[in-house]
Structure formats: structure tokens, C-alpha cells
């Protein structure tokens, strides 16, 4: 059974879509790299059993990135969150180094603090 | 039949979960506000077939908004993303009537593109 790297990564996503025991299969397969055989002494499912649970998470976790595109679409805000902390940087280096004005470090200040609540809610 | 005035906005966020039918059936009832006399006809489904698809849309929608949270965590974005447009704006603002910088005004005009990337991303 080949592993798909990218299930991992899907887990953080859609992993609430699972139920606890396919969660739990895939988790240990995935992220705790156990073997079939070990799955199945954890889980006292059948090593079968354990299969059919991870095949069956995996399309799941496939499926729904095809449909709602969460990971594709989340990587695209990361990259323009830095993009716009990059920026925010150089008003600030800016603003510190020469035209020293307090509404502009306010501002800024309130933009990192946003930035701040946006990385979160993306993060989870 | 009480219609559930969240269920349009859901669609939005997790209409590509549902069937071709499903879809079909809620967008009659909530978005162009049919009948489920009417949308029977349209869809050579029966009165009670249509009733029990609306049902099952809905349970959907609302299972993956209580998993996934999108919608919630979609207003959070768009609210910091106002937030940080407003600060942007008064930054703006002061660099135009005081200080002139070149440098700051590019930076500006690349947040705002990103701003934009990201409304885009969010809304859809």
C-alpha cells in the first residue's frame, strides 16, 4: 500500500470528516508511521479491517480537498499574508527610520495585530 | 416546512458537497423561493421526494459547517481583512499629505493587491 504524502497535510484540514476510528487508523499510519500489523494490535481491528479504514479515509480526504479546495486555498493566503507583512515591514523601517509619525506606527501596530489573528484562523 | 435562512448562505460554502439533485432541489426552494409543489414539477421528482432531499441537503450543510466552520471563520477573515484595509487607508492617507514616500506608496499599492488576492480567495 503506497503512502500518500499528501494525506498528512489533508488530516489537518478535513480530518473533523473522518470518524474517531478512522482518524485513528489513518493518524497512526500517517502521522505515526505504524505498520499495518501493529495498527490492527492498537486498534484490535483486523489487519484488513485497518486497511479498508485508510483506503476509505484517504478518499475521503481527497475528496473533499477536490470539492472545497481548503489546502490549495489556504496556501494561497499564506503567500499573500507575507506578501503584506513584507510590505508592513518596509512602512515600518520606514516610518521608524525618518518621518517618525504616530498614527502610522498605530496603524501598523493594529495590522500586525490582525495579521496576527489571521494566521491563526487560518493555522486551524 | 420552516425554512432555515442560514441554509443559502451554507450553499455558498458547501453546495459542492451535495448532488447535482441536491443542489438542484435546495437552490429552487431557498435561493429562487419555489414551492415544493413547483419544484416537484421542475424536477420530475415527487412532492415527498423533493421534501426529503431538501432535508438531506440541509443535514449536510449543517454537519459540514459544524465540522469544517467555513462560514464562521470566513467572517472572521473578512472582518480582519477591514481592518487592515482601514489602517492601510489612514497610512495612505498621512504618506499623501505629509510624506510623500515613494517607497511607502508601493508598498501601500502591493498590500492592496494582496488585500484584493484575498477577498477573492475568501469569497469563493
Known sequence: MAKNLEISALLDYYGMLLTDKQRETVEYYYDDDLSLGEIAENTGISRQGVRDSIK???????????????????????NSLEQIRRNIDI??????????????????KKI?????????????
Chains 1, 2 share one sequence.
Request: charged share 45%; aromatic share 2%.
Open 112 to 124: 500586525l495585530k490582525e495579521l496576527d489573528k489571521l494566521d491563526e484562523i487560518i493555522m486551524n
Open 56 to 78: 476509505r479515509s484517504e478518499t475521503i480526504l481527497l475528496e473533499a480537498e477536490e470539492k472545497l479546495g481548503l489546502m490549495k486555498k489556504s496556501e494561497r493566503l499564506k
Open 91 to 108: 512602512i515600518d523601517g520606514k516610518n521608524m527610520k525618518i518621518y517618525r509619525s504616530d498614527i502610522i506606527n498605530e496603524s501598523i
